[in-house]
């Protein structure tokens, strides 16, 4: 007998429903996402036919949609149950169990559907994926082939299967696969992303950038695209920019996984493409006579243009072209503000100004007239502002542009005013958020006594100059354990039978101003970081930017790295680059954190190369020559010298200008006037690698074309992890590592079982 249902919410006056037309009305409802109508015809089938198998699994299909897999597995057994050869059950019981990670036996589910249905592609899919968790990369290899020979359109295993062959470093292979599921699926934002990736290891970054950039459009509220797109960029120079990409650098410069001050060059590449924008900085620069732009009129138009606004705001620009334009400008609009002649149409450049000297902490060359128009310029708004008059905000601008306005006295009595446009901004940037980090440095704990003598005067600069000021830093999209990033592309190193902590406990032994911190501790799931540093004034920062960011799981503590072998801690992962060379004795402080390091821990280091920074001890010799000292006044007459000579030839001065840390002024303190510097070679870090028993893992390098490289050089099997053979690269290669040395090891003392 055809058993028939009434629906609620069917017509009145229809004919009932049967129980196959009920479950095909579900099942459209389904397809369609309205879930929660699905819902209820399923249950009111069951509700009439409670041993309704399709019923049953799809209700259990539902469930496991909305992540209640307990309950999926639940229904989709009973349905199993009814029907033994109800295949697809199976294959949704396994998908449902392994969210559960009840791995064998979502293998067993998905080996239940291949053995009624040998060609059942998902089936071998899906279970290519639980393997692929498991990492048996043979059985997910096989499995994904199997799916494909089954059913050629599946774009997702091809997708799969090229990000397998992506971990294995077979990317011209994961780059063909990638391909076949974007021809069978074009509109995969995955696989286009994916394709991007491949592209980028295997250095075609012109291409990368394509597919990075479709990812985008065809799904833009994934950061994982956003990252590859920016990494892409990096490296591209523009000849033209259609009307879109605009607005997606735009975009890009807001997320919260890129960096802003990475994407500096490649949007300035971009920039040049607009005709204004070039004419004005090419005009200017060239010293021609302002026919065509005045300073005035360039102002009002580089207001126009809130790409370039919105970077001034966010990062250094490491330019020396557009360092020289913003510095006449800049000098212009005193002049004018000094004169009465404010132009009320150039303040969104007036305040992006403002905003981009405090980040590069005012490192433009200044001239005596300035000095004395800016003296003047503060008193009158301190006159304003004791007589209750209104400050006009092109004053404030002004002077925002050429000292830190939280200094004055009266800085919190501006900040109170009513302010409405761009210059809102420069008030909390500016006032609010010092005074706010101000008020932070009593709530960070001292863990160590500072008595050592470098570290005391370390201590003094970074109190003096915060390193490094940053805005917006980068997080990285997902937390995976330690061994899943060590292992997974880019790395691909080889960590043995190394065993992942589940909560691992980290030490970052110079934190600064946090950047790091915050990329560090959203690196790794369930990461609990303390960070420590010398200087309360960066360490203030950090928390700021901690709070403003609303991540739990980062301690910060003053303490001395010579100090703390008193710290009653151990950790799974410390991180120290670039620190160690600004000790007094770097290996005697490197001692101190190996023993704070768990048996089987991690290091990560990062060290000056005496190859790569030949240039910078050059600077350092000049330095010394002239007698500079390491004042705001000396650090920028300095940098003026450097540019000059660059200009004229010097290619050892022009090396040091090609350094982002030189267009910041405590950056390029750190870079040229540090009180204390130590330069390593790879025979040296290999020795005291050796001495102090860890194993070096591999460099961690953002330029995958030096890798590649290096591989030509040194095809041999495990050439990677040998320092000697890395020297050897160095030596014919001597900028490879400019920034640091920045590599991994591991303690090769065992964990004891059980921890």
């Known amino acids: 007998m055809r058993e028939s249902m009434n629906m609620a919410d069917h017509a009145p006056g229809q004919q009932a429903l049967t129980i196959e037309q009920a ?9 369609a996402g309205r879930l929660p109508e699905a819902e209820k015809i399923y249950q009111q089938i069951l509700q009439i036919g409670p041993n309704q198998p399709v019923a049953l699994h799809l209700l259990g299909v539902i469930a496991h949609q909305v992540g209640k897999d307990d309950i999926a597995t639940d229904l989709m057994a009973k349905a199993i149950a009814i029907k033994p050869e109800y295949i697809d059950a199976h294959n949704s019981l396994g998908n449902a169990l392994k969210t559960l990670g009840r791995l064998d036996e979502a293998v067993a589910s998905y080996d239940a ?44 295993a091809y997708n799969n299967l090229g990000n397998v062959l992506s971990e294995l470093g077979n990317l011209d292979e994961a780059a063909a696969s ?16 994916n394709l991007g990736g491949a592209l980028s290891e295997l250095g075609e970054m012109n ?3 394509k597919y990075h950039r479709r990812a985008v459009a065809l799904n833009p509220h994934n950061d994982v695209f956003w990252v590859g797109l920016a990494a892409s960029l990096k490296f591209v120079s523009f000849t033209y920019v259609d009307d879109n990409f605009w607005q997606e650098l735009s975009h890009l410069l807001e997320r919260p996984t890129v960096q802003p001050s990475e994407l500096v060059r490649p949007i300035i590449s971009a920039l040049r493409q607009n005709s204004t924008f070039a004419q004005i ?10 026919i065509a732009i005045t300073d005035a009129d360039a102002a009002v138009q580089l207001s126009a243009i809130p790409l370039f606004l919105r970077l001034m705001g966010l990062s250094p620009i490491h330019d020396e072209v557009i360092e020289r334009t913003l510095t006449i400008l800049r000098r212009s609009m005193l002049e004018e503000i000094m004169a009465g002649k404010a132009n009320e149409n150039a303040q969104p450049f007036s305040a992006a100004l403002a905003l981009h000297c405090f980040t590069n902490e005012y490192v433009f060359l200044e001239t005596d007239e300035e000095k004395e128009n800016v003296e003047s310029l503060q008193r009158q708004i301190a006159a304003l502002l004791e007589t209750k008059r209104t400050v006009p905000p092109s004053l404030a601008t002004a002077l925002a542009a050429y000292r830190p306005l939280h200094r004055f006295p009266w800085a919190q009595e501006l900040c109170d005013r009513e302010w409405h446009g761009p210059i809102k901004e420069v008030m909390r940037r500016q006032i609010s958020e010092p005074l706010e980090e101000l008020a932070l440095r009593s709530q960070i704990p001292n863990l160590t006594a500072i008595t050592n003598e470098v570290s005391q005067s370390v201590r003094d600069q970074y109190e003096e100059s915060p390193f490094p000021r940053w805005i917006n830093a980068a997080t990285d999209y997902k937390g995976r354990t330690i061994g899943a990033l060590l292992e997974g592309p880019p790395l691909r190193f080889d960590i043995g039978d190394y065993q992942s902590p589940d909560s691992p406990e980290i030490l970052i032994a110079g934190c600064g101003t946090g950047q790091h911190s915050l990329l560090t501790a959203s690196r790794f799931a369930n990461a609990r970081v303390l960070a420590v540093d010398l200087s309360l004034s960066s360490l203030s920062y950090a928390l700021r930017k901690t709070k403003e960011r609303d991540v739990p799981n980062i301690e910060y503590a003053q303490a001395d790295i010579m100090e703390l072998g ?8 410390i991180d120290c680059s670039g620190v160690l060379h600004h000790l007094g004795e770097p290996l005697a402080g490197w001692r101190v954190l190996l023993d704070l390091l768990r048996p089987g821990g991690l290091m990560k280091i990062g060290l000056y190369s005496e190859t790569a920074r030949r240039n910078i001890v050059r ?8 007698g500079y000292a390491t004042s705001i006044d000396d650090i920028r007459r300095c940098r003026q010298d450097i540019m000059a000579k660059a200009k004229n030839g010097d290619s050892e001065m022009a090396a040091i200008c090609a350094f982002n840390d030189f267009f910041n002024l405590s950056n390029c303190r750190d870079l040229l006037f540090h009180v204390q510097e130590h330069r390593f070679t790879l025979p040296q870090i290999a020795e005291v690698l050796e001495f102090m028993k860890l194993k070096f893992i591999g460099f961690e390098m953002r330029d ?30 001597p900028n490879t590592f400019g920034g640091m040395y920045q590599f991994w090891c591991m303690s090769r003392n065992v964990q004891p079982a059980g921890n």
């Open 566 to 573: 008193n710290l009653d801690r151990r950790f799974d992962l």
């Open 281 to 290: 900085f090419d005009q200017t620069d060239s010293g021609k006579p302002n």
């Open 207 to 209: 291409e990368a950038f």
């Open 23 to 31: 479950l095909d009305l579900a099942m459209q409802h389904h397809a």
């Open 113 to 156: 559907a291949i053995a009624l249905k040998p060609d059942y592609a998902e089936a071998h899919y899906n279970r290519a994926l639980v393997f692929k968790d498991t990492g048996n990369l043979d059985e997910v290899m096989a499995g994904f082939r199997r799916a494909i020979a089954i059913k050629p359109e599946f774009s997702e």
């Open 704 to 733: 995958q074309s030096t890798l590649r490289k290096f591989e030509k050089s040194f095809p041999q099997q495990r050439s990677l992890c040998s320092l000697s053979k890395w020297h050897e690269f160095e030596r014919d290669n």
């Open 178 to 193: 990638f391909q076949k599921a974007i021809a069978i699926k074009p509109d995969s934002a995955e696989a286009h992303s």
């Open 619 to 626: 600077g350092r010799s000049f330095i010394a020559e002239m």
